[in-house]
């Protein structure tokens, strides 16, 4: 049974994929599927494999990033509100590669700083959220308040970066709405890597993620040591995160619905939903971009714009927002 959702997964990513490389302006499907199979003249060549792929692969892989961190968190914290969006880690690492940039430490030139502040930031916005709840990190609806208010926070230190140095907008616009648009091959070959090392300390933690979702207690009378678990999962968390965020920017709610839709599918067993996840989140990014892609060309058309461009950020928060309503009104009390 779990073979085939993976398999019946696994073709919707690919069917994702093949919409978004079809969705954008300028080349036909023909001419896609032309270019693929080898022909195609020097433009179309470039476009698709110089411009769609490495935009699809990037998509593919920040959507598991966020959708394996967002379980992640849910698990190491037991809170279903947890997610890299309100526990300050994608705010943080938001600041962290802003502010990398505004100092002249990082940049699109030397992408594997901008991972590096990322992360860093990413660390330092679940440290504060973990030393503001306090005692309070057990009660869900208390570490969502306070991961909104450390959100709020670190998006305000953001906003004080853009005013100290105005000529950094546009880098501040695509990472805090999230974007896949210009996305190179370096994009591609930075993240992969670092999404398939954490990606596998994540599955390798799926042991104790199991015991920290069944409480500390239970988790220590298994033998577990929750003091270094929980801190190391945190950890992994962070890191898928700030690879995604370094990659795409801030894509909003994807690390928080998507693990529940793998639980929904693929149960309790973190053996199996933790692949589940990111298989999900790949494809939900993915169909996202697609979805952009094109509700952008319909506006342009209907707007008689020439260019005009929908964020999958936007996108993704918009719809996000929508689903955590309907998760919140359907288990308002629900914990792990």
């Given at each position: 049974?779990?073979?085939?959702r993976?398999?019946?997964?696994?073709?919707l990513?690919?069917?994702?994929?093949?919409?978004?490389?079809?969705a954008?302006?300028g080349m036909?499907?023909?001419?896609?599927?032309?270019?693929l199979?080898?022909?195609?003249?020097?433009?179309e060549?470039?476009?698709l494999?110089?411009?769609?792929?490495?935009?699809?692969?990037?998509?593919?892989?920040?959507g598991?990033?966020?959708g394996l961190?967002g379980?992640?968190?849910?698990?190491?914290?037991?809170n279903?509100l947890?997610?890299p969006?309100?526990?300050?880690v994608?705010p943080?690492?938001v600041?962290?590669a802003?502010a990398?940039?505004?100092?002249?430490l990082?940049?699109?030139?030397s992408?594997?700083?901008?991972?590096?502040?990322?992360?860093?930031?990413g660390?330092?916005?679940?440290?504060?959220?973990w030393?503001?709840?306090?005692?309070?990190?057990?009660?869900?609806?208390?570490?969502?308040?306070?991961g909104?208010l450390?959100?709020?926070?670190?998006?305000?230190?953001?906003?004080?970066?853009?005013?100290?140095?105005?000529?950094?907008?546009?880098?501040?616009v695509q990472?805090?709405?999230?974007?896949?648009?210009?996305?190179?091959?370096?994009?591609?070959?930075?993240l992969w890597?670092?999404a398939l090392a954490?990606?596998?300390a994540?599955?390798?933690?799926?042991?104790?993620?199991?015991?920290?979702?069944?409480?500390?207690?239970?988790?220590?009378?298994?033998g577990?040591?929750v003091?270094r678990?929980?801190?190391?999962?945190?950890?992994?968390?962070?890191?898928?995160?700030a690879?995604?965020?370094?990659?795409?920017?801030?894509?909003?709610?994807v690390?928080?619905l998507?693990p529940?839709l793998?639980?929904a599918?693929?149960g309790?067993?973190?053996?199996?939903?933790?692949?589940?996840?990111?298989?999900?989140?790949?494809?939900?990014?993915?169909?996202?971009?697609?979805?952009?892609?094109l509700?952008?060309?319909?506006?342009?058309?209907a707007?008689?714009s020439?260019?005009?461009?929908?964020?999958?950020?936007?996108?993704?928060?918009?719809?996000?927002?929508?689903?955590?309503?309907i998760?919140?009104?359907?288990?308002?009390s629900?914990?792990?």
């Amino acid at each position: 049974m779990n073979r085939q959702r993976f398999t019946v997964l696994a073709a919707l990513a690919v069917v994702c994929a093949g919409v978004e490389l079809v969705a954008g302006r300028g080349m036909s499907p023909a001419v896609v599927w032309d270019v693929l199979g080898g022909g195609g003249d020097t433009t179309e060549r470039h476009i698709l494999l110089q411009l769609r792929l490495p935009r699809l692969l990037v998509a593919l892989g920040a959507g598991a990033c966020l959708g394996l961190a967002g379980l992640v968190l849910q698990s190491a914290l037991r809170n279903p509100l947890a997610g890299p969006e309100v526990t300050g880690v994608t705010p943080g690492a938001v600041l962290g590669a802003v502010a990398a940039t505004s100092l002249g430490l990082a940049g699109w030139e030397s992408p594997l700083a901008v991972v590096v502040a990322a992360c860093v930031g990413g660390c330092a916005g679940a440290a504060l959220l973990w030393l503001l709840a306090g005692r309070g990190r057990s009660d869900p609806a208390q570490t969502a308040v306070h991961g909104v208010l450390v959100s709020a926070v670190l998006g305000g230190l953001t906003a004080m970066v853009l005013l100290v140095d105005p000529g950094e907008l546009g880098s501040v616009v695509q990472w805090l709405v999230g974007t896949t648009e210009g996305r190179v091959w370096q994009h591609w070959h930075l993240l992969w890597p670092w999404a398939l090392a954490w990606g596998a300390a994540a599955w390798l933690l799926a042991g104790p993620l199991t015991l920290l979702r069944c409480g500390d207690e239970t988790a220590l009378a298994a033998g577990l040591s929750v003091r270094r678990a929980r801190p190391f999962a945190l950890l992994c968390a962070v890191a898928l995160t700030a690879g995604a965020v370094a990659a795409v920017g801030a894509l909003g709610f994807v690390g928080l619905l998507v693990p529940h839709l793998a639980v929904a599918v693929f149960g309790a067993d973190l053996r199996l939903t933790l692949p589940g996840a990111a298989l999900v989140g790949a494809a939900v990014v993915c169909g996202a971009d697609a979805t952009a892609q094109l509700s952008s060309r319909l506006l342009a058309a209907a707007l008689d714009s020439g260019r005009l461009t929908l964020p999958v950020g936007a996108l993704t928060a918009c719809l996000g927002a929508a689903l955590l309503l309907i998760v919140v009104r359907r288990a308002p009390s629900r914990t792990f």
